[in-house]
Nanobody, 126 residues
């Protein structure tokens, strides 16, 4: 089992940057693909980015491609989401998620992930 703790959210002006972190417990972090999602009030959970267990492959939603970067440090059991050029429409609660390696995986499908962080609020002011 994996426990995930999201952090790094906050209030930032449009055009600014934030880096989110997701710390995982357990010794099998490197056995999980990781993803970042967000959910704004009244909206469905939205896929942002994902990274394979090895860190070799990354995937991005069109809405954040070129602005957000996902990375991981398996030695630190942590996945990151670097967010640049933030816009007011990026305001949401951001969640990391873990998907066990070894079965088929569509990164954007939130229902395929096994574990979720508690979420961290990101607010972008105009």
């Amino acid at each position: 089992q994996v426990q995930l703790v999201d952090s790094g959210g906050g209030l930032v002006q449009a055009g600014g940057s934030l880096r989110l972190s997701c710390a995982a417990s357990g010794r099998t972090f490197s056995s999980y693909h990781m993803g970042w999602f967000r959910q704004a009030p009244g909206k469905e959970r939205e896929f942002l980015a994902a990274i394979t267990w090895s860190g070799v492959n990354t995937y991005y939603a069109d809405s954040v491609k070129g602005r957000f970067t996902i990375s991981r440090d398996n030695a630190k059991n942590t996945v990151y989401l670097q967010m640049n050029s933030l816009k007011p429409e990026d305001t949401a609660v951001y969640y990391c998620a873990a998907k066990a390696y070894g079965s088929s995986w569509s990164p954007a499908n939130h229902w395929e992930y096994n574990y979720w962080g508690q979420g961290t609020q990101v607010t972008v002011s105009s």
